[in-house]
């Protein structure tokens, strides 16, 4: 292998696949970078068996060929290059790649390029294609729902659910629950529904940050991988076995208040209230005060039995009972945090029932946590 | 072709629940250390994922990277340590969710499932009972009666016995010349095809085992105050197991040569020495130290004092001349 690029541009190829090299990993060549050579361009592959991800840079080719390197190492020694042409010569006999960038030299030892998993191109299968901006909004709106804790590997993921209705992504870690629909340019040739880790989601809006040309969307026959066709660069991500749960039937359908207050004024409450919950197992109890525009009003309180309390009251749109609810103030903020309208909507029934949480005007989005018990 | 040596009706019972596509979920094969679990593991799962015509073909890429221990979808885990820990096995569970990445299905060996703490144990039932569809579970432990029972009854068992030593020997073979070795390695393999395949790549096993052995004789030329002076000695040898098991064996030998059972002899190149301690005591003191030899292996495990385990059993051998140059 023999070619020439630039320091910036490989500098950014790598950034870009360097958050699917693995970290853990009981295969060495997972923390390797593989380079590889196609038609006129460089590929710069990782992969940590769960993330692969693609990523073409323009080169000069002079000699096909492909090996892997260590991607901390490369990543701090590209790093710290000039701006300027770096030629690439892998050197077959050891493995080792020679790298030259003005008056720098380094020889890099890797691991034979056959030793490294196969990022597939999936059998098409099912082929959408959605804006850019709309997917990221999507992803921010959901992902953040799903599981952190490994031991229900489902809850770890997004369900992605391709319909006629469009397309529906949906994350709960058993507390609260995300669920995002957009309508999609072309329906899809046959209703699908495939789980892809949060993760993979996450660094797929990570990656798309440039992007303005609609993101492509497969999903392979064997409904093994999701895979994402961006320009330059390819996500694949393994999707997760199992069942998601039936998170229909815990939205709930019917609410006895309704409210309806700013979203700057309510984060800003919430976080003040958080300051004394962090010591309270993050309890802010919210009391709603029914009263027509603007003449109603919204509590906000938090108390620690060691620090104080705090309470804090805004104006708000109450229709209906008056209710008291508590609710963990981290998915409070959470949730606030994404929600990019001005006025947010709160649909509560009664102080053990989840509250449901929507944009107002903000497209089709429904957030629903789980409320608190209050110690009486 | 399956590259395993003995076990043919395990390899049967595999194969044909292959091309009939009847697989266990879960496997779980019991045997002694070192006599290929693991390896029949392996080359199940290389036959899980292989693309050649005649599996496991051992040319495929699949294969090969089964072989290697490179392949994406066939993990082996063994003990942190000494034991199987819970995180290992959580992290296994998330791991074991994602859809195979490139072969047909993931495959897991989890080795020496004895050593998994209970709540390891316990965090696997789950799984074990109703893992993703790709996925098939193999576990290997030295004994299934060490396991829980509810794990046990969640697997296909596949008790493994000890490999005959013309099958070792005939193996063994294959691979190296001289028949003198080819039969000493495979009289000492005792059926374990693992222990008999590091022999042959690793002289010094064979070189520990004889000075093993040469220390014993050399115990048994001594009286009491040499023997306690040795037991110091030895006791803060680096492998004090390894040398019992060479003495429990050597003291076998020494009771099939009172018995006149001369082809059932183990080491065979000591054949002069034991043959001579033989003549030397009597049946019942040899019967003795391999009792007293046997105890001490046993006392070892439940951590017992090496130095004073070492001198009741050393007392308790025969006084034996035998030609053996001192040279401590």
């Not at chain 2, 390899?11 to 697989?23: T, W």
């Not at chain 2, 965090?123 to 029972?149: C, G, N």
Request: a negative charge.
């Amino acid at each position: 292998m023999k070619i020439s690029c630039l320091q910036e541009n490989l500098s950014k190829g790598i950034a870009i696949v360097n958050r699917a090299v693995a970290t853990r990993s009981t295969l060495p060549v997972l923390s390797n970078i593989l380079l590889s050579t196609d038609e006129s361009r460089l590929k710069l592959s990782a992969t940590n068996l769960e993330i692969g991800i693609n990523c073409w840079i323009g080169a000069k080719v002079e000699q096909e060929g492909a090996t892997t390197v260590p991607a901390r190492l490369l990543a701090d020694l590209v790093n710290s290059l000039p701006a300027e042409r770096v030629d690439m010569e892998l050197i077959t006999r050891t493995q080792t790649l020679n790298l030259k960038a003005g008056r720098f030299e380094a020889n890099i030892k890797g691991i034979d390029a056959q030793e490294f998993p196969l990022i597939l191109v999936p059998e098409e299968d099912m082929r959408v294609q959605i804006d850019p901006d709309v997917l990221r909004q999507m992803i921010d709106r959901v992902a953040f729902a799903a599981a952190s804790d490994e031991s229900r590997p489902v809850l770890t993921g997004v369900l992605a659910d391709f319909s006629d209705d469009g397309l529906t992504l949906a994350a709960a870690d058993g507390y609260r629950l995300s669920v995002c629909t957009t309508e999609l340019e072309q329906a899809p040739e046959q209703p699908t529904s495939v789980i892809i880790p949060a993760r993979a989601l996450q660094e797929l809006r990570r990656i798309s940050g440039e992007q303005e040309e609609p993101v492509e969307m497969l999903v392979s026959s064997g409904r093994n991988q999701a895979y994402f066709h961006l320009k330059d660069i390819d996500l694949v991500s393994q999707l997760v076995e199992g069942t998601f749960p039936a998170y229909r039937q815990i939205m709930p359908t019917t609410f006895n208040t309704e409210t309806i207050v700013s979203t700057a004024d309510l984060l800003k409450a919430v976080r003040m209230a958080f300051i004394f919950a962090r010591d309270a197992s993050n309890i802010v109890r919210v009391q709603m005060v029914p009263g027509g525009e603007n003449s109603g009003r919204m509590i906000i309180s938090a108390t620690s039995a060691e620090h104080g309390d705090n309470v804090s009251e805004i104006d708000a749109t109450v229709e209906g009972k008056p209710i008291e609810i508590a609710f963990n103030a981290r998915y409070l903020i959470d949730a606030l945090d994404v929600m990019d309208t001005a006025q947010v909507s709160i649909q509560t029934r009664d102080a053990s029932s989840p509250g449901t949480f929507k944009p107002v005007g903000g497209g089709d989005f429904v957030h629903i946590i789980m409320p608190m018990h209050i110690p009486r | 072709m399956w590259q395993v040596i003995g076990h043919t009706w395990a390899v049967d019972l595999l194969q044909r629940s292959l091309a009939s596509q009847r697989l266990a979920h879960a496997y779980l094969i019991t045997g002694p250390d070192h006599i290929g679990k693991t390896h029949l593991a392996l080359e199940f799962a290389a036959a899980l994922n292989c693309n050649g015509e005649e599996v496991p073909c051992h040319h495929c890429t699949p294969c090969r990277k089964t072989v290697q221990g490179t392949h994406p979808d066939v993990q082996v885990i063994e003990p942190e340590g000494a034991r199987l820990k819970i995180d290992q096995i959580r992290r296994l569970q998330y791991d074991l969710a994602l859809s195979p990445h490139e072969g047909r299905r993931r495959v897991c060996v989890i080795s020496q499932f004895e050593r998994a703490t209970t709540e390891a144990a316990n965090a696997l039932l789950k799984t074990l009972e109703e893992p993703p569809r790709h996925v098939v579970l193999i576990l290997t432990a030295s004994d299934a009666s060490l396991l829980l029972p509810t794990i046990v009854s969640r697997c296909q068992i596949l008790p493994l016995r000890s490999v005959p030593t013309p099958i070792i020997e005939a193996a063994l073979r294959e691979r190296i010349a001289e028949e003198a070795r080819v039969q000493l390695i495979a009289a000492l393999a005792g059926g374990r095809v693992g222990w008999a395949l590091q022999a042959i790549q690793e002289p010094a096993l064979l070189e520990q085992r004889q000075d093993n052995a040469r220390q014993m004789l050399q115990v048994l030329c001594h009286g009491r105050a040499r023997r306690i002076q040795q037991a110091e000695m030895l006791a803060t040898h680096e492998d004090v197991q390894g040398m019992l098991q060479t003495w429990q064996l050597c003291w076998r030998d020494v009771i099939l040569l009172q018995h006149h059972c001369e082809e059932l002899l183990a080491n065979t190149d000591l054949y002069e020495e034991l043959a001579q301690i033989a003549t030397s005591s009597s049946p019942e003191q040899a019967s003795t130290a391999w009792q007293s030899t046997r105890t001490m292996l046993d006392q070892l495990e439940k951590n017992v004092n090496a130095r004073l385990a070492l001198e009741v059993m050393f007392l308790s051998w025969p006084r034996v001349e035998v030609g053996v140059t001192d040279s401590v």
